[in-house]
Nanobody, 121 residues
Framework: EVQVVESGGGLVQAGGSLRLACAASGLTDADFTIGWFRRAPGKAREGVACISINNGDTYYEDSVKGRFTISRDSAKNTVYLQMNSLKQEDTAVYYC??????????????WGQGTQVTVSP
């Protein structure tokens, strides 16, 4: 069974940085994609970025391009989301998810519990 577990959330001032980690287990030989999503208070969940575990292809939502970087450590089956130049509007619960389809605009099959990221003024 595929499982993903997030870590690394917290409180940071605007302009600061945080790195989230997603530890995945149970991945088979299929080409899995790991995606990061977020849900801000009062808003719908949105895709942030994703990465193909096999070939490293990445995709970013427009609002985070140039500020967030997604990367993978295949040996550790861990995906990272480096978030720089954080803004208050980045405050949300961030979720890691796994799926066999690349992209961030479709439902994923496997989800983590989420980690809170709060950006203060």
């Amino acid at each position: 069974e595929v499982q993903v577990v997030e870590s690394g959330g917290g409180l940071v001032q605007a302009g600061g940085s945080l790195r989230l980690a997603c530890a995945a287990s149970g991945l088979t030989d299929a080409d899995f994609t790991i995606g990061w999503f977020r849900r801000a208070p009062g808003k719908a969940r949105e895709g942030v970025a994703c990465i193909s575990i096999n070939n490293g292809d990445t995709y970013y939502e427009d609002s985070v391009k140039g500020r967030f970087t997604i990367s993978r450590d295949s040996a550790k089956n861990t995906v990272y989301l480096q978030m720089n130049s954080l803004k208050q509007e980045d405050t949300a619960v961030y979720y890691c998810a796994a799926d066999t389809v690349f992209g961030i605009y479709h439902p994923y099959d496997y989800w983590g519990q989420g980690t809170q990221v709060t950006v203060s003024p």
